[in-house]
């Protein structure tokens, strides 16, 4: 594997959009080339997102040479487009160490760059962040100042991009958005915006006509204003004899360019240029293909989101070699558990926001198509689409990302929990996720969940738990909205397709007896905190081990055993701490008076950057070593009883 990655003769030279700017148009066809072929070159290598980037390499290059960034205002959505972006303003010698341990963030990120104008990790947020900076700016008098959001992979499906375009109709202010319209987000684009785009992009009538008139009246001997005017009159008029119906968008009062072909660069930096000098909200729909360039990428999109290693020439995708076999992923425990659990209980459907292959709800869409949706990115309307259909009977599982879910929350309490129905949430990616970072860590779903009434909150320690809390959760003695939450990845076992078995809702589990401490630990962790146990047998020091299972509602008579027995304790999760697991434990013993040391293990009241789960685990402390290291000091430091 060549580790030697150079830039191409243009693109060395540019250290910032103002180097872009020195070259003539016609070179900029040699820095787009050379742009997608870096993009290739490091993400090869190094990892990361891949196919997003690849198709927005000609609209990136364009941006940056017609538009004044940082003054004029760029928001990237989503964030995973924007490599070409980063590597153009300042940062073409430190992408290789993108999304590393203390390298750069693979998304936009306000304290890395000037031209970094928003930190959009998740989806759907460019529109509303672009509009705030334009009414800003309007505010403060700074009429020659641009604001662009493009938005692209799927964000437009979601609720907040309508909110934010029905607000910018109205706004009179300075924002263009951009819609990347490649028919993908990370799975290929469902709904009905995703048909109309592709109507109104087939059905060229109405966009010919007005292209061609506006040409022709630019033509007439009369000043450019009226003829602007003259022309937004009669376009108007006219509009409905070429449309069979109104565009969407200029119904909310955005003023519609396209669509055109976002990997024409001469196309898009003379459009660009026009728009630059229309004043209002305004929209280009462009047509670009996710992975352009690299064809095995344009021919699997969903496959090359975001590949891992892989062999540029042949598209070999390196795979991790093991001696022996390796325990499933997590979500694909859930994939393949749900259509058990669905072949058994005809009332069983799955929801995911966008995410069927990630969460592998795909194996259940395959095989099902009529139990299982994909709803687009909208975790909101998830959320409350699974309340409705579990008024009718239906025992629905809304997979949905730890993090994701925290867009979600009015609908969990008000649509969900407050009306007491038996939906099931599996938080999938819970815990810290690795090289997506801070935005995509799972570390609050705890928290947030738990000071919800009647919420059942529980955790597998491993695959075969999983499988049977998910066949818990959807038994019809199950009442209560129930949560289940898993991390990324390989669980612990080889053997795993166990027989169901019902867990009783609140009961944790005993994993070995001991003396001098006890270790408390809510799901995966708790292998975290086996590990350490081994670790320490060696020096004498037998801790006891118990697995909650749940923190809501807590197993009382296992903690009245422990308590009984045990003045030092330990308690480990992935969440963080405030608000979570330990936090749940210090209740309990204020509640009933017990007195003991406890030592909180979980991830600290920080955000957490991205680097690999065991660099991030072993930074917040989280990991088998630093549990036996405060195994090791609670056995030799002297309990001070409160009181």
Request: charged share 25%.
């Amino acid at each position: 594997m060549n580790m030697d990655i150079k830039a191409g003769p243009l693109l060395a030279n540019i250290n910032n959009p103002d180097d872009l700017k020195k070259l003539s148009r016609e070179q900029l066809h040699q820095v787009a080339g050379e742009l997608r072929q870096y993009i290739i070159d490091v993400v090869s290598i190094h990892g990361g997102h891949f196919a997003a980037s690849l198709g927005v390499v000609e609209l990136t290059v364009a941006l940056h040479y017609v538009f004044n960034t940082p003054y004029d205002q760029l928001v990237w959505d989503v964030g995973h487009q924007a490599y070409g972006h980063k590597i153009l303003t300042g940062r073409r010698d430190s992408f290789p160490s993108n999304r590393k341990y203390k390298g750069i963030s693979g998304f936009p990120k306000r304290d890395e760059s000037i031209y970094d104008t928003f930190g959009v990790g998740h989806s759907s947020t460019s529109i509303s962040a672009a509009l705030g900076m334009a009414m800003a700016s309007h505010y403060k008098g700074e009429t020659d100042r641009q604001h662009i959001a493009v938005i692209g992979d799927g964000a437009m499906t979601a609720g907040l991009a309508f909110e934010a375009m029905n607000h910018a109709g109205i706004a009179k202010s300075n924002v263009l958005i951009i819609l990347n319209d490649n028919d993908m987000g990370i799975d290929p684009n469902v709904g009905a915006l995703k048909e109309y785009l592709t109507d109104i992009t087939t059905s060229q009538t109405y966009n010919k006509f007005r292209e061609d008139f506006w040409k022709a009246l630019g033509k007439l001997p009369v000043g450019k204003n009226y003829s602007r005017e003259m022309a937004s009159k009669i376009e108007a008029g006219l509009k409905g004899v070429v449309s069979k119906s109104s565009n969407l968008f200029e119904s909310l009062k955005l003023r519609y360019f396209g669509p055109i072909d976002g990997h024409n660069l001469t196309k898009l930096v003379d459009t660009l240029k026009d728009l630059k000098d229309i004043p209002g909200p305004k929209i280009l729909h462009i047509k670009t293909v996710k992975g352009k360039g690299y064809d095995l990428a344009e021919k699997d999109q969903t496959k090359w989101h975001a590949p891992g290693l892989f062999d540029k020439l042949t598209g070999e995708i390196y795979k991790k070699q093991y001696d022996l076999p390796q325990p499933p992923k997590y979500q694909d425990v859930f994939g393949y558990t749900i259509i058990e659990l669905a072949e058994k209980n005809d009332k069983v459907f799955g929801i995911t926001p966008a995410m069927p292959s990630g969460s592998s709800l795909k194996y259940m869409m395959e095989k099902m198509p009529d139990r299982a949706f994909d709803v687009s990115i909208c975790e909101q309307h998830a959320v409350t689409l699974s309340a409705g259909m579990a008024t009718q009977g239906l025992k629905v599982f809304c997979n949905i990302y730890s993090t994701f879910m925290q867009r979600a929350y009015d609908m969990v309490i008000h649509d969900v929990a407050l009306q007491k129905l038996p939906v099931i949430f599996c938080l999938d990616r819970a815990g810290l996720v690795g090289e997506d970072g801070a935005t995509h860590h799972g570390v609050y779903d705890i928290a947030y969940m738990r000071c919800i009434p009647n919420m059942i909150i529980s955790a597998p320690m491993n695959e075969s738990e999983l499988r049977n809390l998910m066949y818990t959760a959807q038994l019809d003695s199950t009442k209560n909205p129930f949560v289940i939450r898993y991390p990324r990845g390989q669980g612990v076992l080889a053997e795993w397709q166990t027989p169901f078995e019902e867990i009783k809702i609140g009961k944790g589990r005993k994993i070995k007896d001991g003396d001098e401490l006890a270790i408390l630990s809510f799901g995966h962790p708790g292998n975290f905190a086996a590990a350490a146990i081994r670790d320490v047998k060696a020096d004498g020091i037998n801790p006891a081990h118990y697995d909650l299972r749940f923190v809501k509602p807590l197993d009382e008579a296992l903690l009245h055993e422990v308590f009984a027995k045990f003045n030092k304790i330990i308690t480990v999760e992935d969440g963080t701490v405030k608000g979570g697991v330990g936090t749940a434990i210090l209740e309990f013993m204020n509640e009933h008076g017990y007195k003991a040391d406890v030592k909180m293990i979980g991830i600290p009241d920080k955000f957490i950057e991205h680097g690999t789960p065991k660099e991030l685990y072993n930074e917040t402390g989280v990991d088998a070593a630093h549990i036996a290291e405060a195994i090791r000091e609670m056995v030799n430091v002297k309990v001070n009883l409160l009181g």
